[in-house]
C-alpha cells in the first residue's frame, strides 16, 4: 500500500531517469561518432589524396548538430549542467566543422579544375603568367593541407590546424580571382574567334592547351562547323609545320577538297 501512495512520485522519478538516459545515450553517440570519424580520402593523380564522400559526412554533421539543437529545448537537459556543458561543447564542434567542410569541399573542386589547366598546359602557363605564379602558391599550400590531413584522417583532426577557416577562405579568394582572369582571357580568344562562342570552357581550355598537337584539337571540329567531322592528314616533313591537312570530311563520308593543303 505505501509503494502504491508514492506511485506518482515513483513515475515522475521514471520519467526523469529515462529522459535524461535518451540525452545521455544521444550526447555519447555524437561523441563516439565524432571522436572516431575518418575522413574518406582518395588519390588523385599519384600527387596527393583528396576528400570524398562530402554527402555522407554533411549528412551526418546536419543531423547531430540538429539533435543538439532540438535537445535545448527538453526539461531534461535544462536541469543537468553536465549535459548543458558537453552539449554546448559539441554543437560548437560540429558548427565549426561544417562551416570548414562547406569552404573546404568548394576549394577542392576548384584547386581540382585549375591544377587540370595550369599543369596540363604550357600556353595557358605563358599566355597568364600572373595566374600561373598565384595558382603556384595555392597549389603548394593546398598540397601541404591535404598532405596533414592525409597523416591523420580524421574529422576532429581539422579543427587543431591552426586558422583553418581562415586559410581555406584565403585559398578559395585567390582561386576565384584567378577565375576571373581565366574567364576574361577565354572571352578574348572567343572575340578574336567567334566560332569559339559555340564551345564550353572546358572545350576552348583544351583546343587551347593543345595548340601544338593539332591530333587532340580535330574532335572539337564539329562543335565549330556544324557540316565538318574532321580534317584528311597527309605527310609533312616541312621544318615548322605541326600537320598538314588536304580536305575536309563530314560524317557522312562527303569529302571537299582543299585548293591548297
Known sequence: NGLLDKKKDVAEVLSVAQGEMAIEVFLNQVRDKWMK????????????????????????LDDHTGGLVLMRSSPYYRSVREFQEDGN????????LRAAFDTWIDVQRRWV??????FGSADIKAQLPAEWSRFKSVDGEFITLMRRISNRPYAMEALNIEN???TLERLQNLMVVIQKALGAYLEKQRSDFSRFYFLGDDDLLE????ASEPGKVLPHLGKMFASIATLNSVSCEEEGV????DAMLSKDGEKVTLHSP
Open 37 to 60: 570519424e575518418e575522413l574518406d580520402l582518395v588519390l588523385y593523380q599519384n600527387r596527393v589524396r583528396l576528400i570524398r564522400g562530402w554527402d555522407d559526412l554533411f549528412n551526418a
Open 89 to 96: 561543447l559539441w554543437e560548437d564542434r560540429l558548427t565549426k
Open 113 to 118: 579544375y585549375l591544377e587540370g589547366i595550369f
Open 164 to 166: 583553418l577557416q581562415r
Open 207 to 210: 583546343i587551347i592547351g593543345n
Open 242 to 245: 605541326l600537320a598538314k591537312f
